[in-house]
């Protein structure tokens, strides 16, 4: 059965704090690995990874994929009470489906 | 663009009623999925589509049915509403016809659903 599982479950960090958050997965002949942002309603798209060990960057928020041990993570660096949400990984697989892990949610302080 | 259309955005039934989740993309994305998310949880899969008349189970199909006649609409049907089917529901499609293959997936707004 394709899974995904995210980890730590939650997260209470101080703005200016760097995170790192993880992402394992089984998923049948896997496509690619996405990240998102849910803050009150939608999910946001940060990433999408297909290629073992090329980073992607986005201002703070930077993700690396990687095939042979089957995980992802997200780092975070300088947090800022902005960045306040539950962030989800998502595994695309052959059979064309999204497979969602349960999240994580990520509490930044002033 | 309006991307992916969900309605309504609330609605509150009684058990055993029945209704329809409708959801409209104008992407011209060729699969589309409906999932539910339940308080503190991820996102699962209800059923999905890969294309016009083609639709297949996901993770929780039970209590609900799906139709794909058109590219463009994949509406949920609730028959016989049960508590446990209060959720937010997220219609989600990906992959333009003819066009790039980004992967992302594109979300409509949510429903928020109570069976009471």
């Known amino acids: 059965e394709d899974k995904v599982v995210q980890s730590p479950l939650s997260l209470v960090v101080h703005e200016g704090d760097t995170v790192t958050l993880n992402c394992s997965y089984e998923v049948t002949n896997f496509r690619s690995l996405l990240w998102y942002k849910q803050e009150k309603k939608a999910p946001t798209f940060l990433f999408m990874l297909?290629?073992?060990?090329i980073e992607k960057k986005s201002g703070r928020l930077s993700s690396i994929l990687d095939k042979k041990e089957l995980f992802s993570i997200l780092n975070i660096t300088a947090t800022q009470t902005g960045d306040s949400a539950v962030y989800l990984c998502a595994a695309f697989s052959g059979t064309y489906k999204y497979i969602f892990g349960t999240g994580t949610r990520l509490k930044v302080l002033a | 663009n309006a991307g992916v259309t969900q309605t309504p955005k609330f609605r509150i039934l009684k058990i055993g009623q029945s209704m329809t989740l409708q959801c409209a993309q104008d992407m011209n994305h060729n699969y589309m999925y409906w999932y539910r998310q339940d308080p503190g949880m991820g996102l699962k899969l209800i059923y999905y589509s890969v294309g016009a008349g083609i639709t297949d189970k996901g993770e929780v199909p039970n209590g609900y049915n799906v139709s794909r006649s058109t590219t463009e609409d994949f509406p949920l049907r609730l028959e016989l509403a049960a508590p446990s089917q209060t959720s937010v529901y997220f219609c989600a499609s990906s992959y333009s016809i003819g066009g790039p293959n980004t992967g992302e997936l594109f979300f409509g707004e949510g429903s928020r659903l109570t069976v009471l």
């Open positions: 297909t290629s073992s060990g």
